[in-house]
Each structure stands twice: as C-alpha cells, then as structure tokens.
C-alpha cells in the first residue's frame, strides 16, 4: 500500500486537475453555491451568519492568508533557518514560495474564473477566482515551513507538531473565503489541493537535498 506521503499528493494532485479541467469547460458546481449559502443570514443573505465580532474574527484569520501575512510567516522562517545553519535549505523555502505566488497569478490569469456573483463580499478582492489563492500560497507556505522545520529538527515529535498547526490554519484560512463570499468552495478546495502537492514536493526533492547539504 502507498505510505500516506506518496497517496495524499497524488490524490490532491488529479483533484485539482479534475476541478480545473472542469471549471475550464465552463462547468458550475451547485454545492458550491448551497455551502456558500450556508454561512448567509436566512432572512438577509448579504449578511455573514454569526455576531459581529464573530465577522471580524474571520476576517483576521483570512487576512494570515493574504500577501502580507504569509510574507512574514515566510520572513520569519527564513531568517530562522538561516540563523540556526540551515542556509540551503532557507535558499530552499524562498524559491519554492517564490515559484508558487508565480504559479498562482498565472494560473489564475489563464483559468480567469468569476469571483461568486450570489452574495455581497465581505472583504474586497482583486483578482480571479480560481485557484484561491489565499487556500493555495498559505498552504504552500505553511506546509512547507512545517516540512522544512520538521527535516531540520531531525525530530518526529517537532515534525508532526509544526504539521499539525500548519493544517489547521490552512484550514481555517480557506473557510474563511467560503464564508466571506469572496471564492466558491471548488476553489478554496482547489487551492488546498494544488498546496498539498507543491509542499509535498518541495518538502520530500528540494528540503531533502537542501538539508543534507546543510552543515548544521
């Protein structure tokens, strides 16, 4: 049987490109626009469910996911590898962030899909829909951070601990688009599933050379 590392991206891998194929064929998905509903006011679906601060709570955890918030996750990781030795393997992490906010602007110009037309946005938006790019690059970027302090831990417990809270804010990050009602689910979904692959691979080729490259 597959070990989990090898069958979890390849299942994310032909997800996103099931979704894409589809979306790009001009397919619309109705669960997408039943969950977005979910988190809408009965009575007035241009309002988010939930009180006030609970509104302004999501919208800081979606804002971790913005360019800024992950700029200085990934700064702060950075630097961190660095200091403590391990300066392939931060060269690493730089590249792979790099290559993926490259990849999420052009896949995002090529595909071109409408932001959700069926409720009033919660918070203001600027490009195209899909992939979400707040579910892709926090997943990247968090993912691979975990992946890349756990390799330079050389500790399980570290590994699976960073991995942990990494899953759980990328999770949380991706909602928060569903219920801001700035990207259908399909795209959160695809975001998340395109992230799994590229830190997977980033984690298992470039961590792995980087790191044994590494003195420390």
């Given amino acids: 049987m597959p070990q989990p590392r090898i069958?979890?991206?390849a299942v994310a891998a032909l997800v996103f490109?099931?979704?894409a194929l589809l979306i790009v064929s001009g397919r619309s998905f109705a669960l997408d626009t039943t969950l977005i509903m979910?988190?809408?006011d009965a009575a007035n679906p241009a309002i988010p469910i939930g009180p006030a601060w609970f509104q302004e709570a999501v919208r800081?955890?979606?804002a971790l996911g913005s360019f800024v918030g992950l700029f200085f996750m990934a700064l702060t990781a950075t630097l961190a590898l660095w200091l403590c030795g391990y300066r392939r393997l931060a060269v690493g992490l730089v590249v792979s962030l790099v290559a993926a906010f490259l990849a999420s602007t052009g896949l995002k110009i090529a595909i071109?899909?409408?932001r959700p037309d069926i409720v009033e946005h919660a918070a203001l938006t600027f490009t195209a829909s899909f992939p979400s790019g707040h579910a892709f690059l926090s997943a990247v970027t968090l993912l691979t951070i975990?992946?890349?302090v756990g390799l330079a831990s050389?500790?399980?417990d570290i590994a699976r601990f960073c991995m942990?809270?990494?899953v759980v804010m990328v999770g949380l990050i991706g909602l928060s688009r569903v219920y801001l009602g700035v990207h259908w689910p399909s795209d959160v979904l695809g975001g998340w599933a395109l992230g799994i692959v590229w830190s997977s691979v980033a984690t298992a080729w470039l961590g792995r050379r980087m790191v044994e490259a590494d003195p420390a």
Avoid: K, S, W
Wanted: hydrophobic share 60%; aromatic share 8%; glycine share 8%.
């Fill in 146 to 148: 975990a992946g890349f």
């Fill in 38 to 40: 979910l988190f809408r």
């Fill in 112 to 114: 071109a899909r409408e």
């Fill in 164 to 166: 942990i809270m990494a």
């Fill in 7 to 9: 069958l979890v991206p």
């Fill in 60 to 62: 800081d955890m979606t």
């Fill in 154 to 156: 050389r500790r399980a």
């Fill in 17 to 19: 490109l099931g979704l």
